[in-house]
């Protein structure tokens, strides 16, 4: 049966990597397993934008990536970028295996509020499904209220829910096989 990797880039709270693995397997109906920490992603930053290479990262991580057929998310605290966008709170490779995730534009502390734990968890949680889902080859969902909405702003990620909406669960039940509830 095919692996869920969950690797964590650099320094990354623990509760943070259980976190999106658990909602992964809940998602996706795979096994997910933990992957040993990887590198801090030095060499993917740009000093001009003092942002990290999304793109380089997603390259690294193909490195370690397993054999497939498997997918492989890498979480990092570093902020993300790609050229032609100010940021970005993760990417994917559609129908690939390799997806990333970014925590820093997750918590609160980014800004200028108080720490949030639990927020930070449900957050993390739904972009974790977001690029996991779009490895599986799935687009943008048109309900807002999905975590395979497409998501700029924090706002945006604040208004999903932490589950798929029933059409996007019906496509992972044909991708994955997963049950429907
Ligand atoms: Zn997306
Ligand atoms: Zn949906």
Same mark, same amino acid.
């Given at each position: 049966m095919r692996t869920v990797y969950v690797a964590p880039i650099g320094e990354v709270e623990e509760t943070v990597v259980d976190v999106v693995a658990l909602a992964l397997w809940s998602t996706f109906g795979l096994p997910v397993k933990r992957f040993p920490s990887l590198p =801090? +992603? $030095? $060499? $993917? !930053? =740009?000093a001009a934008r003092q942002q990290y290479s999304s793109s380089a990262i997603l390259r690294d991580l193909q490195l370690y &990536?397993?054999? @497939? +057929?498997v997918k492989f998310v890498g979480i990092t605290e570093r902020d993300l970028f790609i +050229?032609? !966008?100010?940021?970005?709170f993760g990417q994917a490779q559609v129908g690939g295996p390799l997806a990333l995730v970014s925590c820093a534009r997750l918590r609160q502390e980014y800004y200028g509020l108080p720490p949030d734990p639990a927020l930070l968890y449900s957050r993390v949680a739904k972009e974790g499904i977001h690029e996991i889902g779009h490895t599986f080859g799935m687009v943008h969902c048109s @309900? *807002? *209220? &999905?975590?395979?909405a497409l998501s700029n702003t924090i706002a945006q990620v604040d208004r999903k829910r932490g589950g798929l909406c029933d059409s996007c669960a019906a496509l992972v039940h044909e991708i994955t096989g997963k049950e429907m509830l």
């Amino acid at each position: 049966m095919r692996t869920v990797y969950v690797a964590p880039i650099g320094e990354v709270e623990e509760t943070v990597v259980d976190v999106v693995a658990l909602a992964l397997w809940s998602t996706f109906g795979l096994p997910v397993k933990r992957f040993p920490s990887l590198p =801090d +992603p $030095a $060499a $993917a !930053l =740009d000093a001009a934008r003092q942002q990290y290479s999304s793109s380089a990262i997603l390259r690294d991580l193909q490195l370690y &990536c397993p054999e @497939d +057929p498997v997918k492989f998310v890498g979480i990092t605290e570093r902020d993300l970028f790609i +050229p032609m !966008l100010s940021f970005v709170f993760g990417q994917a490779q559609v129908g690939g295996p390799l997806a990333l995730v970014s925590c820093a534009r997750l918590r609160q502390e980014y800004y200028g509020l108080p720490p949030d734990p639990a927020l930070l968890y449900s957050r993390v949680a739904k972009e974790g499904i977001h690029e996991i889902g779009h490895t599986f080859g799935m687009v943008h969902c048109s @309900d *807002a *209220a &999905c975590p395979m909405a497409l998501s700029n702003t924090i706002a945006q990620v604040d208004r999903k829910r932490g589950g798929l909406c029933d059409s996007c669960a019906a496509l992972v039940h044909e991708i994955t096989g997963k049950e429907m509830l």
